[in-house]
């Protein structure tokens, strides 16, 4: 904390700091970020021109907010980094477990406090991390959790059932002029949402029998998926509507931004003796992948095809082609083609197969990967260099692949057929290190194969490509 900040609450007034709800903090602060074309949430990428500008309208208006989006939509992200628009440094009445304005002070706590000591009221700093409260709704989740409930310890201690000292505040009172969030909000049971409608409209929370009324200020923000995704809970009619603004998300609209998340969230490998170099095009063929199982009538659109599916397959991929690596003995790999037969592992689990008949998950999974390959293969490559790469391999024994072919035998083979230098070049570079060419060059065989234009023979994690005639 800044040791020049007031510590009394005449230092305070002295220091010209003035209260305002934390909705017209969040105003003040969001409007000048987009006065300076700031972005409000640098690290969600896609959101730009749809969702950012329906948040912004809602922070200005000071509504409450619900996003509502499939899973892996980044809605958590951009709740907590709502944080970043509160101002730093907040002051509290010192010893106030819900962040009490010192002008304006609600608990009991706080007004005997200003009320004994006057200007001489001692005041902490709270920082804006600490001004953010987060619950996933649970079934199991109660008002108690939420607002607050009688505390026996206290009671043993010898206050009073009357006294108000003698609660405990739930997550919501001491969330005071902050952010609360609630993730998953129609998982809620309906008898706790009731509880939150108070919040939403007048501001306040009552708890039990008590005759105690806390004006809150904050502003609340939840998360839920589309009513026709889920079955486990609905939002209440009244509960929704209180809610100011609804934001709804959505999938990356295009690979390009697919891909820029998949690089900015994938995890960087990092081991010992081995450099790792990805070719933009196997980025791009996991990121086709997730775009095209969000078009899949083989995937169940209800649940959806998250972004962690992209990330955790690249993730995969360099893993499998570390460790292929490792037992070859290499120092620098780069992930191919035959290093996608690891993602179904990654792939499998994150989406929900809709197939009639029992075991055509895997056909499912390869199909997807095929296309993929396909597509990738068809914007990459100028299909004017095929040809000669074609006739090339008419008359020849057929080349073989996998993950026991050394990358510099694929250098060898460029050597051999010059027809494949041109489209390599293209693809990765005229200067590339031996493991990117290999990925290359397994990338363009495979795209042949796929065109009809190569047969492939593929045995036990090998492959042979030859030609059709």
Partial sequence: MNPDLPTTLGELRA?????ETVKHEIRRNATARIRAGEPLFPSVLGYED????????ALLAGHDVIFLGERGQAKTRMIRGLVEL????LPIVEGSEINDDPYAPVSVHARRLVAEAGEETPVS????????????????????DLIGEVDPMKIVEGRYLSDEQALHFGLVPRTNRGIFAINELPDLAERIQVGLLNVLEERDVQIRGFKIQLPLDLLLVASANPEDYTNRGRLITPLKDRFGSQVRTHYPLEVETEMSIIEQE??????DGISVDVPEFMTEIIATISQLARQSPHISQRSGVSVRLSVSNQ???????????????????????????????ATAGKVE???????REGQILGHLLNSAVLTVFRERVRPEQLAAVVSAFEGRDPVETGEDVAAADYVGLVEEIAALQTPVSDLVGAEANPATVASAVEFILEGLHLSKRL???????RAQYRSRS
């Fill in 266 to 271: 994938a995890d960087s490998f990092d081991v």
């Fill in 50 to 57: 749809t969702v950012v500008p329906l948040l912004q309208n």
């Fill in 353 to 359: 197969i809709e197939a009639i008949e029992e075991g």
């Fill in 15 to 19: 220091s010209g700091w003035r209260s």
């Fill in 455 to 461: 047969n492939k023979d593929a045995v036990s994690g």
């Fill in 125 to 144: 700093w709270v920082h804006r991390s600490t001004r953010f409260g987060e619950k996933l709704a649970t079934p199991d989740t109660s008002i108690a």
């Fill in 86 to 89: 509160l101002d730093e440094w």
């Fill in 315 to 345: 993730e995969v991929l360099v893993a499998n082609a570390v460790r292929r690596g490792l037992h070859a003995g290499e120092d620098a790999v780069a992930p191919r083609i035959c290093d996608l037969e690891a993602l179904p592992a």
